[in-house]
């Protein structure tokens, strides 16, 4: 059993900050990539960053480089996104997606709320 949970979102102005923290925890557990997904009303759910625990430069998605940055705790299975310069487009639910090694299973936070209204 592997649980994945965020926490951080909330409401914002546009130009604003916010920093998301998830964490994996389960006893045999061991990533080998963690990152973040978000998912707006009526829209799909799409890659926003994803950093790997082995090493290498983190990937973003072209609509968030340069404004938001993941980093990694190794000892703890946690993930932080760092979020400046917030717009109203990157409202969306906010989900954390854990990939064991080994095998690659991949694992899911429940989201977290994130708004950026006036």
């Known amino acids: 059993q592997v649980d994945v949970a965020e926490s951080g979102g909330g409401l914002v102005q546009p130009g604003g900050s916010l920093r998301l923290s998830c964490g994996a925890s389960g006893r045999t557990f061991s990533a080998f990539a963690m990152g973040w997904f978000r998912q707006a009303p009526g829209q799909e759910r799409e890659f926003v960053a994803r950093?790997?625990?082995?090493?290498?430069?983190?990937e973003y998605a072209d609509s968030v480089k340069g404004r938001f940055t993941i980093s990694r705790a190794r000892a703890t299975n946690t993930i932080y996104l760092q979020m400046d310069k917030l717009k109203p487009e990157d409202t969306a639910v906010y989900y954390c997606?854990?990939?064991?090694?080994?095998?690659?299973?991949?694992?899911w936070g429940q989201g977290t709320q994130v708004t950026v209204s006036l």
């Open positions: 950093i790997r625990w082995a090493g290498g430069a983190p």
């Open positions: 997606q854990a990939v064991s090694s080994g095998w690659g299973h991949t694992y």
